[in-house]
């Protein structure tokens, strides 16, 4: 088996829809790039909590693809990260159900995401409540040190820290307790129609949402129709300024600037400064990364090929545990 001496990452992101948003990018996957240099780093398309709310089945394949080119267009490099798909991975489903006959209803029911999702849908799946001891097995598989997250999932994180201290405790000392890595400054980035909102796939208008892949034209739109507040200076007030602020976040983490010295910047401009330059620097930031998503796409093989020799390497890493848990709870 294949084995390093770094400590070890791994996290995930739902094949919900055709582009990544940016709340995706900023919050998830600029984290992702940034550890593969420092960690053994586990990274997978999330196909199997993807249907936890109704797919079209051609679609998910699609878009399956679709997430793993743009793991790799912002900068995913398969020679330092693992990249694979979950459902290639029977471990997760095989520990998921371990560790949901160790988790409440109560627990899973008072999650904040089955609260939000269950009261949007008219059919509710099991699985959208048994979500997050699929999320445990996704992460203890491979007793990672630090999983990057956006804020939306510190409670699922602080679920599976209490699953893997159960199941130690319990069964004898077998997984990790990870730690959650959520950036204050990018943990939630806003709807820019609704500051008030997490940017997120499912919100009905995609307005106020920027995906990975929109083009200059439409991603410039929406920067400079986005939501701004009362008043006319430009501030980092998250309080009483939510939509300037999020501009400012979002600026700040696609320069890699501090948002005082923006700010300091834009002393005595106008909101719509701000928007004309912003959306230059999103059209600049994320034009390679649509680019390159589409060139990835056009060698299909190519892409299934670096999705398989990942899901190898995860199932040689994910089996060992699976083995030592079945052994731990008297499977024979
Ligand atoms: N708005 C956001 N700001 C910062 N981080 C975010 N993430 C999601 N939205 C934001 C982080 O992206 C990673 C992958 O998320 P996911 O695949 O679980 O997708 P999600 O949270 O379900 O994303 P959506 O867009 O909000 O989908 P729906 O609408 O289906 O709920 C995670 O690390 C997440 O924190």
Request: hydrophobic share 40%; aromatic share 6%.
């Amino acid at each position: 088996m294949t084995t390093s001496s770094l400590p070890r990452t791994v996290s995930g992101i739902q094949a919900t829809s055709d582009s990544l948003h940016l709340g995706n990018f900023i919050g998830a996957l600029q984290q992702f790039v940034a550890h593969q240099e420092s960690h053994d780093a586990f990274y997978f398309i999330a196909n199997m909590h993807a249907i936890t709310v109704e797919q079209d089945p051609t679609d998910l394949r699609e878009r399956t693809l679709r997430t793993a080119a743009q793991f790799i267009a912002a900068g995913l490099d398969p020679e330092k990260s693992t990249i694979f798909v979950q459902s290639q991975v029977p471990a997760h489903p095989q520990l998921s159900w371990v560790l949901e006959c160790t988790t409440s209803m109560g627990e899973a029911s008072r999650m904040t995401q089955f609260k939000d999702k269950s009261a949007k849908q008219e059919h509710v799946s099991l699985g959208l409540l048994t979500y997050p001891a699929l999320m445990a097995a996704d992460i203890l598989l491979y007793n990672p040190q630090m999983v990057p997250v956006g804020e939306d999932q510190r409670q699922h994180l602080e679920l599976t820290r209490n699953l893997a201290e159960r199941f130690n405790y319990r069964f004898g000392e077998t997984f990790v307790v990870p730690e959650a890595q959520i950036l204050k400054a990018t943990a939630k980035i806003y709807d820019l129609q609704n500051p008030g909102a997490k940017m997120s796939k499912s919100l009905p208008s995609p307005q106020g949402r920027i995906d990975l892949l929109d083009d200059a034209k439409s991603l410039t739109k929406k920067i400079k129709s986005a939501v701004t507040d009362d008043g006319k200076e430009i501030a980092y007030d998250p309080q009483a300024k939510p939509g300037v602020s999020n501009l400012l976040t979002i600026y700040s983490s696609l320069t890699s600037r501090p948002v005082d010295d923006i700010v300091a910047d834009y002393e005595g401009k106008m909101y719509g400064h701000l928007k004309v330059d912003l959306a230059e620097i999103a059209v600049e930031s994320l034009a390679p990364v649509r680019e390159r998503t589409e060139e990835l796409l056009q060698d299909r093989a190519q892409l299934q090929a670096i999705l398989d020799a990942g899901a190898a390497k995860a199932n040689e890493i994910a089996e060992v545990t699976l083995r030592d848990v079945y052994d731990k709870v008297g499977f024979v």
